[in-house]
């Protein structure tokens, strides 16, 4: 293992379906030194299954600082050491950021074993744009303190990703829907790659109707990506469109029409000539 020496391995694991674990994550998983692993029983589950028997050592949220000390000493000793969440990729909504902060302070090597995750597993059939995207984790569990995140939401352009539970998906679709809109796109997707997997596209007034109507349709983990608010025209771009329009009603020339809009919109010509050229074939 000289080439492992030293290093942290932070593995993903399947989230739900255990035919997604990688071919490397199994061969790293098999011959680190120890797993460090939210919950040992959980991941203990998937090591059998996956024929390996590893030391394993709790890793969560609870416990992670004072574990620290010990993980970063068997890792400067030369030890390599794979950390896995129940989950998923670890750090994505689960334990290990102090980790891997410690470990790059400290100058050990961390590496990553790419796999599943929730999130992008969500976004890549969601059907909104993949671009720019922001993912904002759990909402926070208080309607008050879930709304205000919300309302500072409303107005960002990129694609919204948001984990939630069971317990309040409802309540979540119904704040969306009075801060979005009851117009804006969103996929619900539920229970990725297991049994009940749905991903269910709509609006959020008609999707929410649909989960409130359904209870089997509130049961198990979620995703939700809600389509990024509408671009906004800035206002000189709508004070250019107004001058072009009336210009180009009064039959001016088109260079001669773009140099007037220009200067009343205070814009580039070149631009104001390739919007006339726009408006005109439109
Ligand atoms: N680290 C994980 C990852 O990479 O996706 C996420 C862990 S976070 C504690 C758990 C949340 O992820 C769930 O509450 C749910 O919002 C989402 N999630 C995990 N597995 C899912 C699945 N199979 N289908 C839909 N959402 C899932």
Not at 100 to 113: D, L, M, Q, W
Not at 190 to 199: D, I, M, Q
Not at 203 to 214: H, I, M, N, P, Q
Not at 273 to 281: I, N, T, V, W
């Amino acid at each position: 293992m000289s080439n492992d020496k030293g290093c942290l391995y932070v593995v993903a694991t399947p989230i739900g379906n255990l035919g997604d674990i990688s071919p490397r994550a199994v061969e790293v998983l098999g011959r680190v030194d120890l797993v460090a692993a939210e919950d040992t029983r959980h991941s203990g589950r998937l090591l059998r299954h996956l024929g390996l028997e590893r030391p394993l050592l709790a890793l969560h949220e609870h416990n992670e600082r004072e574990r620290l000390g010990q993980l970063l000493e068997r890792l400067a000793g030369g030890q390599a050491i794979a950390l896995i969440s129940d989950a998923g990729t670890p750090l994505i909504s689960d334990p290990g950021f102090p980790l891997v902060r410690a470990c790059h302070a400290a100058g050990i090597r961390v590496c990553p074993v790419p796999g599943p995750s929730a999130l992008i597993a969500a976004l890549s059939v969601s059907g909104q744009p993949t671009d720019r995207f922001v993912f904002e984790g759990f909402l926070p569990r208080k309607a008050a303190a879930r709304r205000e995140r919300l309302d500072g939401l409303a107005a960002e352009p990129g694609t919204l990703v948001f984990y939630e539970s069971s317990h309040r998906v409802l309540d979540t679709l119904a704040d969306m829907c009075a801060v979005f809109g009851e117009g804006r796109e969103l996929a619900l997707c539920r229970e990725l790659t297991k049994l009940h997997e749905t991903v269910r596209v709509g609006l959020l007034g008609g999707v929410l109707a649909w989960v409130r109507g359904d209870e089997s349709q509130r049961k198990g983990e979620f995703v939700l990506v809600v389509a990024g608010a509408p671009e906004q025209a800035s206002p000189a771009d709508a004070q250019l469109d107004s001058a072009l329009r009336i210009l180009l009603e009064e039959g001016l020339p088109l260079k001669q029409v773009a140099a007037i809009a220009a200067r009343l919109a205070g814009v580039g010509r070149n631009q104001a000539y390739q919007r006339a050229l726009d408006l005109q074939r439109q």
